[in-house]
């Protein structure tokens, strides 16, 4: 059993939990709790290690007999260590180090997701866990836009990480990837999304409430559209707008 909060694995439990460069030089990133422990076993996403308590319940004890069974290197903490690794306030007695390795675009894709400077961790989970539901078939993310693969944002995703391609990507890049489709941004001004033909293949931008999309995501949409409200409300968090603006593509596509 592990007690010691300088053991290896320890440090890099926190080290991935606390800073994206961490997460990028290493090529792996942390998540807790039995249900997204469960997704990535499913999915069979590559374990680095294991680390679980005695405070672990029935299910989450036959999810470690599984990591056993693949040959995962799974160890044995104390509950006060894993206590002090938890970035939840309940925590689950099981987390797990991955290997990053993100699912590849596909070939031709005609739904993807631009999350432009999302910082909010909570809103970004959304966005993803939103884009999986959706059927979007990658999320490109640009430099100012928070680390996807951030404890907060795993757990607001709810899995979609395993069943969604998430690349980081420069400007220059985006543009190549997304030449032959429409490029909407959402922003208040813009077209009602109810009066524009989505069915055809598009990139949808989404940027942050606070600051709104960057210059170059706007150099880069060819249409903006907008959701319609009533009332005094001006506009809505980036997390709800974007759901509703992908949904208003799949109502449209169905």
Request: hydrophobic share 40%.
């Amino acid at each position: 059993m592990i007690t010691s909060a300088q053991n290896p694995k320890i440090k890099l439990v926190r080290a991935l939990m606390g800073r994206a460069k961490e997460r990028r030089d290493a090529d792996a990133f942390v998540i807790e709790g039995v249900r997204l422990v469960e997704e990535a076993e499913t999915r069979d996403w590559r374990f680095k290690f294991a680390l679980y308590d005695a405070s672990l319940n029935e299910r989450g004890s036959s999810l470690v007999e599984k990591l056993l069974l693949r040959e995962v290197d799974v160890e044995e903490v104390s509950e006060p260590l894993m206590k002090s690794l938890s970035d939840t306030e309940t925590p689950q007695g099981i987390l797990a180090v991955l290997e990053s390795s993100p699912l590849p675009i596909p070939d031709s894709p005609n739904f993807i997701l631009i999350p432009d400077q999302i910082r909010d961790p909570g809103n970004l989970g959304t966005l993803l866990r939103t884009a999986a539901a959706a059927g979007v078939q990658a999320v490109f993310l640009p430099p100012e836009t928070t680390d996807a693969f951030a404890p907060k944002v795993i757990r607001s995703g709810m899995g979609a990480h395993f069943c969604l391609p998430i690349q980081p990507m420069r400007w220059e890049k985006i543009r190549r990837e997304t030449q032959g489709l429409q490029i909407y941004l959402a922003d208040m001004d813009g077209i009602s999304c109810w009066e524009t033909n989505l069915r055809g293949p598009l990139a949808l931008i989404v940027g942050s409430e606070a600051e709104g999309a960057s210059e170059e995501a706007r150099e880069l949409a060819t249409q903006k559209i907008s959701i319609p409200m009533s009332g005094d409300m001006e506009s809505l968090n980036a997390g709800v707008a974007g759901s509703v603006l992908m949904f208003e593509v799949v109502r449209q596509r169905q």
